[in-house]
């Protein structure tokens, strides 16, 4: 470890200082203070709110009555797991490649899927 001269050190797994040790040190410049103790926003984007849809009611059944992961289905398709949430979160629609595949994956006709579009359209 090193002295507290203004900076922040580094200890040896090279992470900075936890704040309640820079708190004891008399050597820390406020700055550095600040930029510990400030409230950081999430680097996220707003999401708008999901909601139900027949289309991912019935993906999300699918998955579930197999007893799957979202990570699981990701292993299993090459789908990402974040895609297919929001397809089961109605944030947005499958192009006819993914719908294809998780029909396949989860043995729905894509005739059901279809259907279930439809519904949620009208």
Same mark, same amino acid.
């Given at each position: 470890?090193?002295? /507290? ?9 090279? %992470? /900075?200082? &936890? ?15 600040? !930029? ?5 926003? %999430?680097?996220?984007? /707003?999401?708008?709110?999901? !909601? *139900? ?10 998955? *579930? ?7 699981d289905? *990701?292993? *299993?398709?090459?789908?990402? %797991? ?5 397809? &089961?979160n109605?944030? %947005?629609?499958?192009?006819?490649l993914?719908? /294809? ?19 949620? &359209?009208?």
């Amino acid at each position: 470890m090193g002295n /507290h001269t203004g900076t922040i050190d580094k200890d040896r797994n090279g %992470s /900075h200082f &936890e704040r309640d040790c820079l708190k004891n040190s008399t050597k820390v410049t406020a700055n550095a203070m600040k !930029h510990l103790t400030k409230n950081k926003k %999430s680097r996220r984007p /707003h999401r708008p709110p999901a !909601h *139900e849809t027949n289309l991912g009611n019935l993906l999300r059944a699918a998955r *579930e009555k197999r007893h799957l992961t979202l990570r699981d289905v *990701e292993a *299993e398709t090459g789908l990402l %797991s974040g895609g297919v949430s929001f397809l &089961e979160n109605g944030r %947005s629609i499958p192009d006819l490649l993914t719908a /294809h595949i998780l029909c396949k994956f989860y043995g729905i006709p894509l005739k059901k899927l279809a259907a279930a579009f439809l519904q949620d &359209e009208a």
